[in-house]
């Protein structure tokens, strides 16, 4: 059984940073796909960004040179370091793990959930 659990949510101002950390447990952290979700209040749960075993990156379009996902396998720990924040960035913010080791998208390709850290950018 894996556990996520995130940290580094929090009230920003817009333009301000955060960053997102999310430490797994279980030994299988560095075998897999890890993922960054979102979902605004009214709005489906949509993936943010992505990292594979082997560092492949996705990033949904709107956080495109705004966010980045990294990992640290010695850690067993993803991150998501979020600049430029946009009150559109408010929502809670999920880590994710996959039993795939390349990089996936849907959401029902991530296996293992953390419980979701709220992030609000105000204007």
Same mark, same amino acid.
């Given at each position: 059984?894996?556990?996520?659990?995130?940290?580094? &949510?929090?009230?920003? *101002? +817009?333009? !301000?940073?955060? $960053?997102?950390?999310? #430490? @797994?447990?279980?030994?299988?952290?560095?075998?897999?796909?890890? &993922?960054?979700?979102? *979902? +605004?209040? !009214?709005?489906? $749960?949509?993936?943010? #960004? @992505?990292?594979?075993?082997?560092?492949?990156?996705?990033?949904?379009?709107?956080?495109?040179?705004?966010?980045?996902?990294? $990992?640290?396998?010695?850690?067993?720990?993803?991150?998501?370091?979020?600049?430029?924040?946009?009150?559109?960035?408010?929502?809670?913010?999920?880590?994710?793990?996959?039993?795939?080791?390349?990089?996936?998208?849907?959401?029902?390709?991530?296996?293992?959930?953390?419980?979701?850290?709220?992030?609000?950018?105000?204007?």
């Amino acid at each position: 059984q894996v556990q996520l659990v995130e940290s580094g &949510g929090g009230l920003v *101002q +817009a333009g !301000g940073s955060l $960053r997102l950390s999310c #430490a @797994a447990s279980g030994r299988t952290f560095s075998s897999s796909a890890m &993922g960054w979700f979102r *979902q +605004a209040p !009214g709005k489906q $749960r949509e993936l943010v #960004a @992505a990292i594979s075993s082997g560092g492949r990156l996705y990033y949904v379009d709107s956080v495109k040179d705004r966010f980045t996902i990294s $990992r640290d396998n010695a850690k067993n720990s993803v991150y998501l370091q979020m600049n430029s924040l946009k009150p559109e960035d408010t929502a809670v913010y999920y880590c994710a793990g996959s039993a795939y080791s390349w990089l996936v998208s849907a959401t029902s390709a991530y296996d293992y959930w953390g419980q979701g850290t709220q992030v609000t950018v105000s204007s």
